[in-house]
Every structure is written in C-alpha cells, then in structure tokens.
C-alpha cells in the first residue's frame, strides 16, 4: 500500500515545480508578478469605453513611467540602435512614416508598423492576430531579426547592468529585472496611449451641432451607409462608443500578385484556408496622421484608399464578400476624406516624449 506521506511529498513537490518553472527561453524563473506601486486610472475620452486592464498588471505611476522610458530606449535592441518609438513614432501618429519597417542594420521588414493608438482595445495584437494581449505582443519585436534582433534574457542581463533601471524595476514591482516586468511595463505605458474626443466625438456622441462641417455630416453618412462606404461594417461605430474596428480579419486584397496574396496574413496563425491573405481592421482613429495606409504600407494617401475601395479590391479566391466596387461619386468621396480626417484626438500629454511636447 502506498505511503500517504510519500504521496502528499510528491504532490507538494510537482505543485512547486509548476508554480516555480524555469522557462529556459527567458533564462528566468517564471513568477506571478503584480505591481506594488500607486495606482493609476487612465481617463476615458469622449467615444471611448474604459480601457481594458487585466488583473495581474494595474497600471501604476510607477510603471507608466518605467514603460515610457522602456519605449524610448535603443538599448532594447541588439546593436542599441532601435526603439519601440523607432516605428511607432509619437511624431507620426505613433507610426511607421515609411512603407515597411527598417529595423536593426537597415533591414527591411514586410509590413507597415500600424501605431500603438488605442491598441489596448484591439483582442488580438500584430496585423495577424498572432498575440492576445499587449504584454505579450512585446516580445515579438525584441526577438525579431529584422526589427530588434536581440534576446529576452539578454535585454534583462543590459538593463540589469544599468543602476538606474534595477532601481526603477524595484520601485514599480520589487526585485530584481525579469522580462516579465519588461512586457507588463510597456503594456502599462501603451495603455495610457490612447485618443478620443475627437471633432466626430463632439458632434456625434457629444451633441455639438459646431465641432463639425456639413462635409464630415456628409461623410458619415457615406461611411454608414450600406449602397455607398459600407465602411461601418468592419470599422464599427457602437451607440455610445466607436472603436472603428470589428477586431476580425479581413482579406480586402491588398497585395495580391497573379490572383494570390503575397502575404498570408491571418493564415500564418489559424491555417485556415478562409484566413488566407486576411489582416486585421485597423482602428481608424487619428488616421490623418500615420500614412501611408494598408498592412504592407503601399497607399500613400486617404484618397488612394477610398479609390482602392472603389475599385472594390484586388481579385482573389479569398476576398471577403463585403469587398465590391462602390461607385462613389468625386463629392462623396471628398465628404469621406473630411470625415476621416475629424477622427483624430489628442493623445495625453504624458504620454509623449519631451521634444513633442516642446512643440505644443
């Protein structure tokens, strides 16, 4: 008969084993891990709900401010020469000012970095959906090739050396630097990225008749409308909030080449052939500011998007149903132009970097 003693020892033993795991990939041990500083409530703007914060990272004083400073640093990657704010650029609309992405020696990535803006929202990260949650969405850069080319543990060992990050590592969780803290900290900071409040927001969820002109009336109009934009149908408007995204995916056949994407998109993860050549709607909120515009950055302007639309896509036996030609007329068009431009919100302050801030 088994000895009940043996078997609680032995029990004991693979409950620590699974709450204390070495995650060799990191080089860390992998720990629940909460902030212990002052908490912080993000505001929520006009056409916005609350921000999403999930239980084990509240945002706090403490690691808004170590993720800022995490966002801005070179040092993250390999060679020091990128940062996060490297394509997700605060003076661009925190994004990509160039088709693609060109991250550590002048490589060359395959898709625009879409900006940072209200990316709390989004349930899934990247263009493909390949990650849930902002925290984990940060290792993909850092680990990249083409973007950052470094190593978690290795970022951990750099910012380790550095007195002053193991003093503010401490201050916004105690003990000492793990990626973990890294990831929960950037996430943090980009939740406090976030942009409402807009002229739309003050005519259509505020009341105000006057933050609008009659061409962004107009505009929405085309937007909602099924026989016109039928926009609204992927870049949803809710009755007291507007994300102006479904959070689903969508091939609208953008980068197709002799009838297939060139780009799997959505595929890559799920490899499900529906999936093929989809990407995930962007918000479109603050679009004036960060062209050019598609997942692989190749329209340059709103007007080229409208036309692209119009067009009703490139062909390809995966295009969603919803894509087709929309024989816009040239006044409606510029209505819709109007309208997309009084999207764009003024991101909190402490949020940006000093010389932005210089110039307000």
Not at 17 to 23: C, N, P
Not at 148 to 159: I, K, Q
Not at 209 to 215: G, L, P
Request: with cysteine.
């Amino acid at each position: 008969m088994p000895n009940p003693r043996i078997i609680s020892a032995l029990a004991l033993l693979s409950t620590i084993v699974a709450v204390v795991v070495i995650d060799y990939h990191r080089g860390e041990p992998v720990r629940p891990v909460k902030p212990i500083g002052t908490p912080q409530t993000i505001a929520t703007p006009l056409g916005l709900p609350p921000v999403p914060v999930p239980a084990d990272n509240p945002v706090t004083v403490e690691t808004i401010a170590l993720g800022k400073r995490l966002y801005f640093d070179t040092s993250l990657s390999i060679d020091k020469s990128v940062s996060c704010a490297t394509c997700h650029d605060p003076g661009h609309g925190f994004a990509y000012p160039g088709d693609v992405s060109t991250g550590v020696g002048g490589k060359k990535g395959t898709r625009n970095a879409p900006t940072i803006i209200n990316a709390a929202y989004y349930t899934t990260q990247f263009w493909d959906g390949r990650e849930n949650t902002l925290e984990k969405q940060a290792e993909g850069p850092v680990q990249n090739p083409v973007e950052m080319a470094h190593s978690l543990a290795g970022v951990v060992a750099r910012l380790t050396n550095d007195p002053s990050y193991v003093t503010a590592f401490e201050r916004a969780y105690a003990g000492p630097v793990t990626f973990d803290k890294v990831e929960k900290s950037l996430a943090a900071y980009e939740r406090r990225v976030v942009a409402g409040d807009s002229p739309f927001d003050r005519w259509y969820f505020g009341g105000d008749q006057h933050a609008v002109d009659k061409s962004v009336k107009r505009g929405y109009e085309v937007f909602r409308r099924v026989d016109k934009g039928n926009c609204a149908s992927c870049h949803a408007i809710a009755e007291h909030t507007a994300l102006f995204t479904d959070n689903e995916f969508h091939n609208i056949g953008v980068g197709v080449r002799n009838g297939a994407p060139t780009d799997l998109g959505r595929y890559e993860v799920t490899h499900t052939d529906r999936d093929r050549g989809a990407f995930k709607t962007p918000s479109l909120r603050n679009i004036a500011e960060t062209a050019p515009y598609m997942h692989d950055g190749s329209l340059d302007t709103l007007l080229q998007v409208i036309d692209f639309y119009e067009a009703g896509g490139n062909a390809n036996p995966w295009l969603d149903s919803k894509i087709g030609m929309l024989h816009l007329t040239r006044r409606e068009k510029a209505d819709l132009v109007a309208f997309l431009n009084s999207l764009s919100g003024e991101v909190p302050s402490e949020a940006l970097p000093d010389e932005i801030l210089s110039k307000h």
